[in-house]
């Protein structure tokens, strides 16, 4: 009887340590004590909407305008991610870094390409 309670003792442990690592695998870096990233302000124009409501809104932000675009037709260059990256040039030091730390995936970059064009 001892031990049949010792061997489920050691599942429960095992199971525990690897449900833990699969955690980390998907963990957020704020979760692990990483410094929030300080990104480089934009180099020449004023964002489309103010750097504080972008950081807070720049997801639903983009996904209405890809509605807008998709179902709609309507394009709004002044407001596309095209325009982000004329001044945000760098992904990987631009989007990439908020990304990792907040622990999410988006799938923009799948369809779209963060290419500066001058």
């Known amino acids: 009887m001892m031990r049949l309670r010792e061997v489920a003792l050691y599942r429960i442990i095992l199971m525990a340590v690897v449900g833990v690592l699969c955690l980390m695998?998907?963990?957020?870096?704020?979760?692990?004590?990483?410094?929030?990233?300080?990104l480089q302000p934009a180099q020449d124009k004023p964002c489309v909407r103010d750097p504080a409501w972008m950081r807070r809104n720049h997801p639903e932000f983009l996904?209405?305008?890809?509605?807008?675009?998709?179902?709609?037709?309507?394009?709004?260059?002044?407001?596309?991610?095209?325009r982000c990256a004329t001044c945000h040039q760098d992904r990987a030091q631009f989007c990439d870094r908020c990304h990792q730390y907040a622990g999410v995936d988006p799938n923009c970059f799948t369809c779209h390409n963060y290419v500066h064009t001058p």
């Open 25 to 38: 695998d998907n963990m957020p870096v704020w979760a692990m004590g990483a410094a929030v990233p300080q």
């Open 63 to 82: 996904r209405q305008k890809r509605d807008l675009t998709v179902r709609e037709g309507v394009r709004v260059r002044n407001e596309s991610l095209a």
